[in-house]
């Protein structure tokens, strides 16, 4: 049943899976994939949220209210999925696979 959500897992809890909006998670998997470069170091969260919020829909997240959430939500669901990858740095990095 189509019900407009989509399953995202948690790189730091294995096996636990949440249901979100599809088409937010959409957009921010964009934006985000987008917005990391393909090469370690990649970007601190404080970049990719910089990067991200010119090529966020306006009607999904106007003014970008509640991109930082989404933002490492996908985050998370896509280093679980391993298309993400963190830099062991402080502060941490994340770039694309």
């Known amino acids: 049943m189509d019900d407009g959500k989509v399953t995202v897992e948690n790189v730091n809890i294995p096996g636990q899976t949440s249901r ?3 088409s937010k998670y959409t957009a ?10 393909s090469t370690a170091p990649g970007l601190t969260a404080a ?3 910089q990067s991200i919020l010119p090529k966020l829909p306006e009607e999904l997240f ?7 959430w989404w933002m490492k939500c996908v985050q998370l669901d896509l280093e679980a999925k391993k298309l993400v990858a963190r830099e062991n740095s402080k502060p941490l990095r994340f770039y694309k696979l």
């Open 28 to 37: 921010m998997k964009t934006a985000l994939l987008a917005s990391l470069p």
């Open 47 to 49: 970049q990719m949220k």
């Open 62 to 68: 106007p003014g970008g209210k509640t991109a930082g």
């Open 20 to 22: 979100v909006d599809a």
